[in-house]
């Protein structure tokens, strides 16, 4: 069994030092292994322009991903979450998972939604997925929900727990993950942030907390309500998503007929 | 505008003309342009043996299906249900869309549920569309809502109507439509069965109704309970499904990057 803190958080606009200490107090008062926090945690969300959000990017090198190395390897955790990420002079929709000191993944997000587009680059790493404690985790963010593929891509890798920072103003993902967890029978842990922002473009953003985890079966195993900053935790066996069998003759990812899908999704 | 009739019966086991008998009373008392039946609502579902499947399969001559052109000639509308189709010695889980008289798609399941892969041969037909009164319609069954490459490759394909014969015995489905219909905003008519049916290998199955329409948003515009034996009509404007524009940055398929998927998804 593994023990995931859902870190829902109501970011100070692009203060990642607030952010960070906020972050790492609720995670020192919480028994847990694996913690997640909101897409963009440790900036805030809603830019106006590049240069803001490249005023608060980060660089494998900053300072605030030593004291999160610090502490994961203090504690024996793994801390997911996410960052505006500057690299080759490029701005990406970033999440890291440092784990027992060291990143173990990075990924670049693939489906920027709204104005994101304007600030980000589309993500270049890939999905990708790794182990930690005998788990295999996979990680997407935010929007990558709305695209089936991206948890399938997951699943098909061998995630067992996906973890999916996000910063929600829709109303649409919650209720849909319901359908991404049965159709790959995996875990999800969509950790949502809460709070209002605005920006100079007219954007005014209100997001709408309620993280969650979501079992194999399509169980809500945790729901966090729609305004608190929290901390939650929820104990999981990663191995009840190696049970692909639905029944005696069905298997869940081996019964798909990528010949008979469309051509942008066969093989 | 379309109206669309989701009738849910409750077949007589292995009585084909009853069955039909019951369905063209329903559509003969309902003002709609087209009418969709369960999964295999000709034959039933719960079969013993592949025999007693064929015992009620029926093939594109069978006497049942001039009765269902003559009619949908004579009202000019469109039909569309399940039944157990035999063709080339091979028994298939199929669904006919007929329209105006003619045979306008014949559509064999792609994912075989439970036993239905000893009764059946998966099928060979691939998804298809069809375009009738303008409006383009794509059709699967029953289990394929579980793999989200069903859905996808039918509204890649263009469909704006997903039209869903089921025979469910799950509590998935109805509360997953949500999301396929959302991830591909298209309409999805989920007609289903009621009713109880056993056999000799042990199965007792309950079909749990509760036919639904979803709109490209996800809204539930139609939902049937789960005992009765009825009819219900609902008005949808197909052209909606071709709007996949969320914001004015994002547009739903066109948002997807195949070279990210996983291999047997790309393109």
Known sequence: MLTLALIQTRPRFLDVAANWHSAAALIERTEADVFVLPELFLSGYTFSTADQAASAALTQDSHVFDAIRELSAARGIAVCGGYAESANNTLYN???????????????KTHLFYRETQFFAPGDSGFLTVEYRGARFGIMICFDWIFPESARTLALMGAQVILHPSNLVL????????????E???FIATVNRVGRETNSLGDDLTFTGRSQVVSPNGEYLLRLNETEETVRTVAVDPAVADD?????????????RPQMYHPSMRR
């Open 184 to 186: 790959n029978r995996v």
């Open 94 to 108: 970033s999440a890291f998972l440092i784990a027992d000191g060291r990143l173990l993944a990075n990924y670049r």
């Open 244 to 256: 692909k069998q639905l029944n005696i003759f069905n298997t869940i990812l081996a019964d798909r």
């Open 171 to 182: 109303p649409y993902c919650q209720q849909a993950m319901y359908a991404r967890s049965v």
